[in-house]
């Protein structure tokens, strides 16, 4: 299980490999993406609070990178933050997300990235439930549901 310690350790020191890696050119992303998937996965854009189709939906099925369909969270981990954003306390797996130090808005915050494709997610912060007090906050628009079902 991650913490905020690991968390903070790839941020500065570097992340883990991730199994694969997919890079397209800006106008390949375009293509494939809606203006707004496009604005927030890879201009570092962000959805208004509680707009996000995911924030409510707690169906049983897995999150996949909306970029690359790369598995980013399971269902069994998505909680009600009432933060506005889906809301998750790991990731499916450790090496499923890059950790960036991020000092926009002069503050410091760690941005979250699916580390297949570098799509902008969203950011993590210590204030999620125990055990291991992560908060994912992530984008609706940056994630699709794989509902168990289909």
């Given at each position: 299980m991650l913490t905020w310690k690991d968390i903070i350790h790839f941020a500065t020191k570097g992340n883990s490999t991730?199994?694969?890696?997919?890079?397209?050119?800006?106008?390949?992303?375009?293509?494939?993406?809606?203006?707004?998937?496009?604005?927030?996965?890879?201009?570092?854009?962000?959805?208004?609070?509680?707009?996000?189709?995911?924030?409510?939906?707690?169906?049983?099925?897995?999150?996949?990178?909306?970029?690359?369909?790369?598995?980013?969270?399971?269902?069994?981990?998505?909680?009600?933050?009432?933060?506005?954003?889906?809301?998750?306390?790991?990731?499916?797996?450790?090496?499923?997300?890059?950790?960036?130090?991020d000092t926009t808005f002069g503050m410091v915050r760690v941005e979250v990235l699916c580390n297949t494709c570098d799509a902008h997610l969203g950011h993590i912060f210590p204030d999620g439930p125990k055990p291991s007090g992560l908060r994912y906050c992530i984008n609706s628009e940056a994630m699709k549901l794989e509902k168990e079902n289909e």
């Open positions: 991730p199994d694969k890696r997919m890079e397209k050119s800006e106008g390949e992303w375009k293509e494939i993406l809606t203006a707004e998937q496009f604005r927030i996965t890879r201009l570092k854009g962000t959805e208004r609070p509680h707009t996000g189709e995911l924030c409510s939906i707690y169906d049983v099925g897995q999150y996949n990178c909306i970029c690359c369909n790369a598995p980013l969270f399971d269902s069994t981990i998505k909680y009600e933050s009432r933060s506005g954003w889906p809301s998750f306390t790991q990731p499916i797996k450790e090496n499923a997300i890059k950790y960036v130090k």
